[in-house]
C-alpha cells in the first residue's frame, strides 16, 4: 500500500514538472528540430509544440505579443535585436546552428556541380524565399548578384512566404529551380533526392542562427532546458547530420 501511494505521488511529481515549450522555429530548421525533439521529450518529459515560418514573421508576431517561449531564427540579426529591446533574455542568446544554402532541382542531374544552369534557358521559374523576410532569401539575392545574373533572373522569381513554401514549389514542379536550405534536401552527407549544388560560402554572408529565451520564459525551466540541450552533443550530432555547421 505504502509503495502504491508512494509510485502515485512520483507520478503526480512528474506530470506536474513536465512542461509544454512553444517554439518559433525557422522553417529550415523544423525538420532537425522535430528530431531533436523526440529525444528531448523523452529524457525531460517535456514537449516542444513549434511553430514554423520566416525569421521576419516571428519577430512581427513577438512584438505583438505573441506567446512564445523561444526563438530558433535563420540569423543572428533578429535574436540579438530582440535581446537589445527587452523581448529577449539578456545573456541566453547563442549560435545553434551555421546555414548553407544549395540551389536544387527535384530533377536528378538538372543541377550541375557549379550551378552553371542558372546560365542556361532551361528553366522558366526559380523559387526563392522571400528576402524580406527570410535570411536564406537574401543570402540568394547575394549569391546572384555576385555571379552577376540578379537583373537577368528577377523575371523568373518566384517568392515564397519562407524556405518551406520555396521547397513546395520546386517538390511540386510549378519551380525547376529553388534556393533553399540545404537543410531542407540533405541527411547523413548527401542530398538525398534531385540534385543541387551546395553554393560556396563566398558567394553570400555566413548565416548563423541564433537561438534566444524569450522574456515570457525568463525563470522557466523546460523552455531553459531546451536551450541547454541543443548544446548539447546529441542535438549537435543531429544538426551536423542535416548538413550545418556548428
Known amino acids: 500500500m505504502h509503495a502504491g501511494v508512494l509510485a502515485l505521488v512520483l ?3 512528474a506530470a506536474a514538472q513536465a512542461a509544454e515549450i512553444k517554439v518559433a522555429v525557422s522553417a529550415n530548421f523544423a525538420a532537425p ?5 523526440v529525444d528531448f521529450e523523452k529524457e525531460s518529459g517535456h514537449r516542444i509544440v513549434a511553430s514554423v515560418g520566416s525569421t521576419g514573421m516571428f519577430y512581427a508576431q513577438i512584438k505583438a505579443g505573441a506567446p512564445f517561449d523561444a526563438l530558433l531564427a535563420a540569423d543572428d540579426e533578429t535574436p540579438a535585436r530582440l535581446e537589445k529591446e527587452g523581448a529577449g533574455v539578456a545573456g541566453s542568446r ?3 546552428a551555421i546555414g548553407k544554402l544549395v540551389l ?5 542531374g538538372f543541377v550541375d556541380d557549379r550551378g552553371e544552369v542558372l546560365r542556361t534557358k532551361a528553366f522558366s521559374h526559380l523559387a526563392l524565399a522571400d528576402p524580406r523576410l527570410a535570411p536564406y532569401g537574401a543570402a540568394s539575392l547575394q549569391v546572384l548578384k555576385a555571379l552577376g545574373l540578379l537583373e537577368t533572373l528577377q523575371p523568373r522569381f518566384v517568392t515564397a512566404a519562407n524556405n518551406t513554401q520555396a521547397y513546395q514549389f520546386v517538390a511540386s514542379g510549378n519551380a525547376e529551380l529553388g534556393f533553399l536550405a540545404l537543410s531542407q534536401v540533405y541527411q547523413d552527407g548527401r542530398i538525398t533526392e534531385g540534385s543541387g549544388w551546395i553554393v560556396p560560402q563566398e558567394f553570400y554572408s555566413p548565416l548563423r542562427q541564433d537561438a534566444v529565451l524569450l522574456a515570457r520564459a525568463r525563470g522557466k525551466p523546460a523552455a531553459e532546458a531546451l536551450l541547454k540541450y541543443l548544446r548539447g552533443d546529441k542535438a549537435r550530432a543531429i544538426i551536423r547530420s542535416y548538413g550545418y555547421g556548428l
Open 94 to 96: 547563442f549560435t545553434y
Open 33 to 37: 528540430l522535430r528530431k531533436i525533439g
Open 104 to 108: 536544387w532541382s527535384r530533377t536528378p
Open 11 to 13: 507520478l503526480s511529481t
